[in-house]
């Protein structure tokens, strides 16, 4: 293997397409979901550090570096090559990531109030994660089953190559170096946090 003197993400791992990317952030985003899903097992107030890493993996690493790959550089390409953004597979992918942005924001209104020591954010913040999570488990599924496949044959293999490199300076403009392997980190530390093996 080629030494490499940069420290990007993208240098440690040999994509060929923009989707492959997204697929392995995929893998990502899951194991927060399911430290997530562990975190609905537990009252809240005892384990408020824990949510807040999770929601700051959920804003920063889903929202910011996964989903605006996904509306800012593929889903544009993708209309370029006939996929109507409006309507059809790609409205429904925007939509989700607006109701979920939505999710997020009222667990992290709920999160604060418990840190002030008000307890009526309780109910918020579990039915929010449910909700969160059935969506997103689901909209990770159409992505990588249907969405992603129509990505693939419509965009031409230089368009894929280009975009790739596109998603690296996305990465490095929006999050910075290294960034991508805070959140890996940060996924790490919540399994451990609640003894989820990642086998
Ligand atoms: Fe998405
Ligand atoms: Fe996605």
Not at 5 to 19: A, D, I, M, V, W
């Amino acid at each position: 293997m080629e030494h490499s003197h940069g420290h990007g993400f993208y240098e440690h791992h040999q994509f060929e397409k923009p989707t492959e990317v997204l697929s392995d952030e995929h893998r990502v985003i899951e194991r927060v979901l399911a430290a997530v899903g562990k975190l609905l097992t537990v009252p809240p107030a005892q384990s408020l550090s824990h949510w807040k890493k999770a929601l700051d993996f959920i804003s920063n690493f889903a929202d910011q570096c996964h989903h605006l790959k996904e509306e800012k550089l593929l889903f544009p390409a993708m209309e370029a090559h006939g996929i109507p953004l409006e309507g059809g597979p790609i409205g429904v992918m925007l939509m989700e990531h607006e109701e979920g942005r939505s999710h997020v924001r009222a667990m992290r209104a709920a999160v604060e109030g418990l840190e002030r020591g008000e307890t009526g954010g309780v109910e918020s913040l579990l039915s929010h994660a449910r909700g969160y999570l059935r969506l997103l488990k689901e909209h990770i599924q159409k992505e990588d089953e249907i969405l992603f496949m129509i990505a693939d044959d419509c965009i031409p293999a230089a368009e894929q190559t280009a975009l790739l490199k596109s998603f690296e300076e996305h990465e490095a403009r929006e999050m910075g170096a290294g960034v991508h392997e805070k959140y890996l980190a940060i996924a790490q530390e919540l399994e451990a946090a609640l003894n989820i093996s990642n086998e």
